[in-house]
Nanobody, 123 residues
Framework: QVQLEESGGGLVQAGGSLRLSCAAS????????MGWFRQAPGKEREFVAA????????YYADFVKGRFTISRDNAKNTVLLQMNSLKPEDTAAYYC????????????????WGQGTQVTVSP
């Protein structure tokens, strides 16, 4: 089973940028759809973005469209989340996850999760 490790979180001012990285342990990484989710205190975990293993198609939650970009590098077993124009409401723990589905926004279809990385956006 693939193992995932996120990095790149931190504290940034509103309007700033961060790039999150998720490293996968398996060489079969290219056969997994990869997703980013986030969870703020007292709230449910929510979908942020995903990139399909089948054709590299990307999908975003409406609240990050135009600000966040997900990408994958199968040669490096890595998925990135570039976050621009950050807002205080983006503050959350961010998790990457893997799925054998072609594409999915539902946490139910993601089998493996990383430990998460904290993103804090100050006003």
């Amino acid at each position: 089973q693939v193992q995932l490790e996120e990095s790149g979180g931190g504290l940034v001012q509103a309007g700033g940028s961060l790039r999150l990285s998720c490293a996968a342990s398996e060489d079969t990484f290219s056969r997994y759809t990869m997703g980013w989710f986030r969870q703020a205190p007292g709230k449910e975990r929510e979908f942020v973005a995903a990139v399909s293993w089948l054709n590299g198609a990307t999908y975003y939650a409406d609240f990050v469209k135009g600000r966040f970009t997900i990408s994958r590098d199968n040669a490096k077993n890595t998925v990135l989340l570039q976050m621009n124009s950050l807002k205080p409401e983006d503050t959350a723990a961010y998790y990457c996850a893997s799925s054998r589905s072609i594409v999915t926004r539902s946490t139910d279809f993601y089998d493996t999760w990383g430990q998460g990385t904290q993103v804090t956006v100050s006003p």
